[in-house]
Structures are given as C-alpha cells and as structure tokens.
C-alpha cells in the first residue's frame, strides 16, 4: 500500500509541474521558397529561403551551387556532408 500510495502521489506531482519548456510549433507558420538563379560566370546557384509567415522575416536564407545541392556533399572544410 505505501508504494502505491508514492506511486499515486508522483503522478499527481507530475501533472502540477509547470510544461513551460515544451513549445509547441505552429504548423504552417514557416514557408520554404526555393529560387534558381545563374551568376555572371555561368555558375547555377540555388536559394533556400525560410520565411516566418507570422511576423514576415527573414528565417534563413542559404545559397548553394547546384552540383552541391544533393546529399551527400563535400562541405566547405572538405568534409562529406550526409545529412543536413
């Protein structure tokens, strides 16, 4: 009875606990815009950008040649990239 009754007591313990750390995300309030774009020198770039829809900004924005764009990739320090 007595491990029952702590057993009882830490799930009500449990359930008064503020959540504060867990943050819900909310779906659709991030938008991915995707643009193509070719430099002086014949090189074909592609643009990812991250737009929050709520305030309007700029998330992230990230600019990468086209023959790097699949994975796996060599990063910038020569390392092999497999996942981002």
Do not use: C, H, W
């Not at 702590?6 to 008064?16: A, G, K, P, Q």
């Not at 938008?31 to 829809?53: F, H, N, P």
Request: net charge positive; hydrophobic share 40%; proline share 2%.
């Amino acid at each position: 009875m007595n491990k029952k009754f702590i057993m009882i007591l830490i799930l009500l313990v449990s359930f008064l606990i503020p959540k504060d750390e867990m943050v819900e995300a909310e779906a659709g309030r991030y938008q991915l815009a995707v643009s193509i774009y070719q430099s002086k020198k014949g090189i074909t770039y592609i643009v990812e950008t991250v737009l929050d829809t709520k305030t309007g900004k700029i998330v992230t924005r990230r600019k990468k040649k086209a023959s790097r764009y699949k994975l796996p990739y060599k990063g910038s320090r020569g390392k092999m990239i497999y996942e981002e």
